[in-house]
């Protein structure tokens, strides 16, 4: 009992560096198939649901701490007893150039298109198409990216070029911190 215990603490633990230290390559040891230059913030075991193989992500994704992609409906359990081959499992696909805000959750046999922005906190239950900004619970279309792009302009601070350092000392100089 205490070495099953010990053993799993283990795995558990090896499964959160791995995680956290090669994020894409955990991915991809999961099944989930990537694009490239897929960058995740803050990745953690789970954040791919039990059937990862049945997700793809393409490529120049960005995807932030706290998001989920869910391929199944775990609702089915409790009604097994009276349909026991009950399931609902569909896979989800992310196009290129997408960014996921904190704490998204996508469901099963969701399909995102390419060029889109999902706010944080949001949860997508259907299909997002191309060239769009998606917010809430559940996520709806609120803009086009195009739409987004010149509200940004207009409120930018012209410092998203900067390196990290750099960027953070023309923030503070700018907030007057």
Known sequence: MIIRRLVGVVGYLRRQTRAKLSPVNYAKSL??????NVVFY?????????????????SNVYITAGCQFITHDGGTLILRSEVPDLELTAPITVGDNVYFGVNTTVLPGVNIGSRVIIGAGSIVTKDIPDNSVAVGVP??????VDEYLESAKKRSLHLG?????????????????
Do not use: D, N
Request: hydrophobic share 35%; aromatic share 8%.
């Open 42 to 58: 803050g990745m953690k075991p789970g954040m791919f649901s039990t059937e990862p193989w049945l997700i793809t992500i393409g």
């Open 161 to 177: 070029h900067l390196s990290g350092k750099e960027k953070e000392q023309a923030l503070k100089r700018y907030f007057h911190l």
């Open 139 to 144: 996520a709806r279309v609120i803009k086009t």
């Open 31 to 36: 099944g989930v198939t990537l694009g490239e």
